[in-house]
């Protein structure tokens, strides 16, 4: 019976440790974009923090969207980084967005317009 308890506790800790490491990579991942956007942009605080917010949620929105719709997949990619786009349009000044297009294609070349 205390094997079996055991067992059972450590596959319940490796599961959640798992869990874990995912939102970790993922913040990791992030924040490493989110400097490189902050280098290249010249952002101040307060540009950082919201360009910061902007992509934790298109990213959440693109990772549910690769992972359980096959079907008019592109579609939905391209709405979802158009709303990003408009988003950063509309909190960084002229010269940062046209910066930005630059940069995108460089940072992130996985969010491309998609037919």
Do not use: P, W
């Not at 596959?11 to 798992?18: F, K």
């Not at 995912?22 to 923090?49: A, F, G, P, W």
């Not at 391209?78 to 709303?83: A, D, Y």
């Amino acid at each position: 019976m205390r094997k079996y308890i055991s067992t059972i506790t450590i596959v319940l800790l490796l599961l959640g440790s798992s869990v874990f490491a995912q939102d970790y990579t993922k913040k990791k991942y992030i924040d490493s974009i989110c400097k490189k956007y902050q280098k290249e942009l010249n952002l101040s605080v307060n540009q950082n923090k919201e360009f910061y917010q902007i992509l934790i949620k298109t990213n959440d929105k693109l990772a549910k969207i690769i992972i359980s719709d096959k079907r008019g997949r592109g579609f939905k990619i391209n709405k979802i980084v158009k709303s990003q786009d408009l988003e950063v349009f509309a909190l960084v000044s002229r010269l940062q967005f046209d910066k930005y297009k630059k940069v995108k294609k460089i940072i992130e070349s996985h969010k491309k317009y998609r037919m």
